[in-house]
Nanobody
Framework: QVQLVESGGGLVQPGGSLRLSCAAS????????MAWYRQAPGKQRELVAV???????HVVDSVKGRFTVSRDNARNTMYLQMNSLKAEDTAVYYC?????????WGQGIQVTVSS
C-alpha cells in the first residue's frame, strides 16, 4: 500500500489560486494513473483531473481552463494548480493512485473558496 499525503489546501477568495500537492510514500515510476477527486458537502465524490504515468492528462469540463494537473516522478508527487477559483470549487480534495491493481487514497484536504 502506498501512502498519499495531500497539502496546500486552505481558504481563498473567489478568483484566487491554490496549488495542491500529493506526495507518495514510494516511487510512482512505472505504469500507473494518478488523479484528483473532490467531495463537496452533501454531494458524491467526483473526478476532477487525471494524469497517466506517460504524462497524458484529462480534466473535467467544470474546471477546464482553470485547473492543471501535473506530476514530478522524481519527487513522487502530483500537483493540482487551481486558478480562478469559484465558490463551487469548495470541497475536500483527494489524491488517488492506481498502481499494480491497487487503489490508494489520500486522507483529503479542505479547499474553501469564500469572501
Amino acid at each position: 500500500q502506498v501512502q498519499l499525503v495531500e497539502s496546500g489546501g486552505g481558504l481563498v477568495q473567489p478568483g484566487g489560486s491554490l496549488r495542491l500537492s500529493c506526495a507518495a510514500s514510494s516511487s510512482i515510476f512505472g505504469v500507473n494513473v494518478m488523479a484528483w477527486y473532490r467531495q463537496a458537502p452533501g454531494k458524491q465524490r467526483e473526478l476532477v483531473a487525471v494524469i497517466a504515468s506517460g504524462g497524458s492528462t484529462h480534466v473535467v469540463d467544470s474546471v477546464k481552463g482553470r485547473f492543471t494537473v501535473s506530476r514530478d516522478n522524481a519527487r513522487n508527487t502530483m500537483y493540482l494548480q487551481m486558478n480562478s477559483l469559484k465558490a463551487e470549487d469548495t470541497a475536500v480534495y483527494y489524491c488517488n493512485l492506481v498502481l499494480e491493481g491497487q487503489i490508494n487514497w489520500g486522507q483529503g484536504i479542505q479547499v474553501t473558496v469564500s469572501s
